[in-house]
């Protein structure tokens, strides 16, 4: 073995990380400045400025470009305390795809503006937070989100019409926080089948646009809003729906002529509105029902069909309302 060669493992034995570091100067510098505008936080602890950042815990580097492509700093412990506003430096790590921020109930302030920047983020998960603000308008700019989720935290405003134009969308939950207004008409217009829209525990209030009658995604999740007005264009026999829950919200429409999803449905939750009309026997060939609550609409009437899934449900899924048969009480002569 040759000299030089003989010296280059000794350097390798005695300093390891500076010539086999993967990290990028970049990122690292990045990643420190974050660490100290969140004012050294426990939980990253790890992040020693003389070891490899690839090697940190809540990162990691992709394989190829060694760049850091995941930030998620989740917290599984109460006590954690990282406090204060999502780092500007956050921005900074532009091979970012998947960026979590879970369980930090004192992270707070807005949503960072500098999150802009990161153009190849497909995921952005801040859930049991102290966020609060807007849902910003640029995420309909960061064309490669697939999952948006807010959802625990106490974001406010209105949701954005423009966030349609996020091509690749499979899921949208903002639910758990103080929206208001309307569902923006917009959201109609994504490519279809549209992202799963789980919008429930807010304040949402207005018409369920008839736009949204043209997406058919697996789950929508409208409960606990102030939604009103007809939401038959959410049924049909040709969707792929497997999740409804239309539950406590001012919603009124006539139930009787509706169509299901017989081999897809799973979950129709709709208690607690104003819906009228009988239950329609097209469900009873809804073949895998496991949830179905239709209790506190005061105006359902008739007989329920004594057939299909709709007997394995108890009385509360059935009452506060003019209902009868099985598992209520017998319909009288009158029905
Ligand atoms: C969090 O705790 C660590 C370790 O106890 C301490 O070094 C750090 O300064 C603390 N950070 C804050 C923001 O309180
Ligand atoms: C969306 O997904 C497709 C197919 O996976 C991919 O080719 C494309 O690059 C993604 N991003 C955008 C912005 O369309
Ligand atoms: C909805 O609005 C009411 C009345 O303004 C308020 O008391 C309630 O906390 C709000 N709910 C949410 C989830 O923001
Ligand atoms: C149906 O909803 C009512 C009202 O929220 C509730 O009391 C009942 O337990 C629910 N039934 C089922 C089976 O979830």
Same mark, same amino acid.
């Given at each position: ?45 790890? $992040? ?7 090697? $940190? !815990? ?105 966030? !349609? ?10 639910? /758990? ?41 697996? /789950? ?11 939401? +038959? ?5 040709? @969707? /792929? ?17 509706? @169509? ?6 799973? $979950? ?48 509360? +899924? ?18």
């Amino acid at each position: 073995m040759g000299r030089t060669l003989m010296l280059g493992v000794w350097l390798l034995v005695l300093f390891p990380v500076a010539l086999s570091e993967r990290c990028h100067p970049d990122d690292k510098k990045a990643l420190l400045q974050l660490k100290k505008e969140l004012k050294n936080p426990y939980i990253l602890a790890s $992040w020693n400025p003389n070891e490899d950042c690839c090697e $940190w !815990y809540c990162v990691k580097c992709d394989e190829k470009t060694n760049r850091i492509y995941v930030l998620d700093i989740s917290s599984s412990v109460p006590e954690t305390n990282l406090s204060g506003q999502i780092p500007p430096s956050v921005g900074d790590l532009p091979y970012l795809e998947y960026l979590t921020f879970h369980k930090l109930p004192h992270l707070v302030g807005p949503i960072q503006p500098t999150i802009a920047k990161l153009t190849k983020l497909k995921s952005i998960f801040i859930t049991y937070t102290g966020i609060s603000g807007p849902v910003p308008h640029f995420l309909a700019q960061l064309k490669n989100l697939e999952l948006i989720k807010l959802s625990f935290n106490s974001l406010s405003g209105t949701i954005p019409g423009s966030l !349609y134009q996020l091509p690749n969308l499979t899921s949208l939950q903002l639910d /758990r926080n103080h929206l208001t207004g309307p569902i923006p008409g917009s959201l109609g217009s994504f490519k279809k089948p549209g992202p799963d829209l789980i919008l429930s525990h807010n304040n949402l209030s207005g018409p369920i646009p008839a736009s949204l009658g043209k997406l058919d995604p697996e /789950r929508i999740d409208l409960s606990r809003n102030k939604l009103e007005g007809d939401a +038959s264009i959410l049924f049909g026999s040709n @969707k /792929r729906t497997q999740i409804l829950d239309l539950s406590r919200n001012m919603l009124e429409f006539d139930f009787s002529p509706l @169509k299901f999803p017989s081999k897809s449905l799973i $979950w129709l939750d709709l208690n607690h509105n104003n819906i009228y009309g009988t239950i329609p026997v097209a469900l009873t060939k809804v073949e895998n029902l496991q949830h179905f609550n239709v209790s506190y609409n005061h105006r359902l009437t008739g007989k329920i069909p004594q057939a299909g899934q709709l007997q394995r449900f108890d009385k509360y +899924s059935y009452f506060h309302t003019k209902l009868c048969g099985s598992p209520l009480p017998p319909c009288n002569n009158n029905h």
